[in-house]
């Protein structure tokens, strides 16, 4: 099977300059997705979807493929990651290159392990799925949330509140933003197959989703103090 891992990362992140490149516990942002791609031995290529020279310098200085930038089109702030991998695929073929699965990577992941990427090709094969796409558990069941109009009352809330405890509430999961496998289509145009999709199940630490400084600092507390192997 000839499978792709796209990492993509855009420069110019608002909310945490720098982002995808910022020295997680002495090495960029993006190096960890990449790492766990190489490791895992199941792409035939790792690719960083950029529009920066200096991102794709940092790419290439740790093992991945850049062969080309990202068009201006799939760099703005509202570009979405399936168009920039459907960009990528499209990019791949004119070079004579077809994938049979696309795994992206979000480089926002740095705790995802070699292991969870095996895991979710091996349910890919098993269920003879079209996609796997990553999952954890939540801090807290849905059913102690709510929303508040401006009087802030708590007394619908009240009245609806599921009174049990917490290990009786049943496990709810929530998309993770790690790993998204998807099996691809050739023809006219590519299409990226998701109608039989499972989910593959990481731990909590490993899910960490770096969008602020303060989720750098835990993600760097995990790696310091090995808790994200």
């Known amino acids: 099977m000839k499978n792709i891992a796209i990492i993509p990362a855009r420069s110019g992140s608002k909310g945490l ?3 995808n490149i910022k020295e997680l516990n002495g090495k960029p942002l993006l190096a960890y997705s990449i790492d766990v791609a190489i490791s895992s031995g199941l792409f035939e290529e790792v690719m960083v979807s950029t529009d920066s020279e200096l ?3 940092v790419a290439k200085k740790n093992g991945a ?9 799939q760099s703005g702030d509202n ?9 990528v695929l499209k990019r791949y073929e ?17 705790l995802r392990r070699t292991e969870d990427i095996l895991a979710a090709y091996e349910l890919l094969n098993d269920k003879n799925a079209e996609a796997v796409t990553s999952v ?6 849905p059913l102690w949330t709510m929303t508040l109009d401006k009087t802030r009352c708590l007394c619908d809330f009240r009245k609806n509140l599921v009174n049990a405890p917490r290990q009786k509430l049943g496990q709810y999961y929530r998309l993770n933003g790690a790993i998204y496998v998807k099996r691809i289509c050739y023809g006219e145009k590519i299409i990226l197959l998701d109608e039989k999709e499972y989910a593959v199940i990481m731990d909590r630490r490993n899910s960490v989703d770096i969008d602020t400084i303060e989720d750098f600092e835990l993600a760097e507390w995990y790696l310091k103090n090995g808790f994200s192997e």
């Open 136 to 141: 954890c558990e939540v801090d807290h069941s």
């Open 55 to 57: 991102y794709a310098d």
């Open 94 to 110: 004119t070079l004579g290159k077809k994938f049979e699965t696309v795994c992206l990577l979000q480089p926002t992941s740095p």
């Open 79 to 87: 570009a979405g990651s399936w168009g920039v991998v459907e960009e």
């Open 65 to 73: 493929s850049v062969p080309f930038l990202r068009s201006e089109e």
């Open 17 to 19: 300059k720098d982002k």
